[in-house]
């Protein structure tokens, strides 16, 4: 199984940066996006930035200058530096990943993710 374990959330308020990281483990052959996306109360998931292996990058238009998704991939760790932030930002933030196992003969897929970690900006 691969695990996708997250940590840096919290409570911050407007105008204040954080810095969220995820972790991925497990039987891990290769990981191809690792992503962030996030769910406010009452609203759909959205993705907020993805990044691939070969380090190209996507953004949802409402953080861009804002945010900024960084990748190690040596250590199967995205981080995401969260800068200028807005009551609009408050969510639960989820790690995601996909790649391929390190299993067997086939090394199937897999598409994880993390537990989310709460962001609240608030005065």
């Known amino acids: 199984q691969v695990q996708l374990v997250e940590s840096g959330g919290g409570s911050v308020q407007p105008g204040g940066s954080l810095r969220l990281s995820c972790t991925a483990s497990g039987s891990i052959l290769s990981i191809n996006a690792m992503d962030w996306y996030r769910q406010a109360p009452g609203k759909q998931r959205e993705l907020v930035a993805a990044?691939?292996?070969?380090?190209?990058?996507n953004w949802q238009d409402s953080v861009k200058g804002r945010f900024t998704i960084s990748r190690v991939n040596a250590a199967n760790t995205v981080y995401l530096q969260m800068n200028s932030l807005k009551p609009e930002d408050t969510a639960v933030y989820y790690c995601?990943?996909?790649?391929?196992?390190?299993?067997?003969?086939?090394?199937?897929?897999?598409?994880?993710w993390g537990q989310g970690t709460l962001v609240t900006v608030s005065s």
């Open positions: 990044t691939t292996s070969d380090g190209n990058t």
């Open positions: 995601h990943a996909d790649g391929r196992k390190n299993s067997g003969l086939y090394n199937p897929p897999f598409d994880a």
